[in-house]
């Protein structure tokens, strides 16, 4: 299948785009093991949280506690029998790290702020549909279930629809592309007959005020 016939022309891989690295290989079940593992050990973690009443903040909490405490009495112990400390690597977060983290943030919520001012002053009728929808379907998703099992949930879906679409990617290509230029056909029809008269409307009321 041509460059072309793919999802926005792209010339790479699923596994080049998610990185190539151990990351990717656990997404595509390149090391299906481990990736039945972690699917393994979330759901168990799921099904405790939601059959014990634990809280994930009293389990963190409950988990540093009692990881502080061994290494509390192991550090007074070594030094009573006269044994190595426990290793521990270097607890340090230097200034270049943090500039980085910090320009990232700040580059992502300008780009949020930038975005939301244009939907405000209806500059960008398009963003404003898609915004919509995806706040829509977070209230809809949101209102089913809870954070615990949309996070799980979550997890099962990043862990099994890139290796699903590697495996059918020809055919949700195609299909997808169909779809889409169907859609592009609607909107310029919706917009065309609804949008525009909305701004010449509003065009109106500003000349006559």
């Known amino acids: 299948m041509g460059s072309s016939n793919r ?3 792209r010339q790479r891989t699923v596994h080049e785009i998610l990185g190539g690295g151990l990351v990717a290989d656990v997404m595509l079940w ?3 093991n481990l990736t039945m593992g ?4 979330t759901l168990a973690a799921w099904v405790v949280f939601e059959k014990s009443g634990y809280t994930l903040l009293s389990l ?3 988990v540093l506690l009692l990881l502080i405490g061994i290494l509390f009495l192991w550090a007074k112990s070594a030094a009573i029998l006269n044994r ?3 290793p521990l690597p270097e607890l340090y977060l ?3 790290t943090v500039n980085e983290m910090g320009a990232f943030i700040r580059a992502q919520v300008n780009d949020i702020l930038s975005a939301s001012k244009d939907i405000a ?3 960008d009728a398009r963003l404003f549909f898609k915004v919509a929808g995806y706040l829509l379907l977070i209230s809809l998703v949101g209102g089913l279930t809870d954070f615990l099992t949309l996070g799980y949930t979550s997890l099962f879906v990043v862990l099994t629809v890139p290796a699903l679409y590697e495996r059918y990617e020809d055919y949700i290509d195609s299909y997808t592309i169909l779809g889409y230029r169907k859609m592009q056909q609607l909107y310029v029809k919706f917009d065309s007959k609804f949008v525009n008269r909305f701004r010449k409307w509003i065009l109106e009321k500003q000349k006559l005020s």
């Open 7 to 9: 999802l926005f022309n």
């Open 30 to 32: 390149r090391r299906g």
């Open 38 to 41: 972690i699917l393994l050990v």
């Open 60 to 62: 963190v909490s409950n």
């Open 84 to 86: 190595p400390a426990p």
């Open 94 to 96: 230097s200034e270049e």
């Open 121 to 123: 002053l209806g500059k």
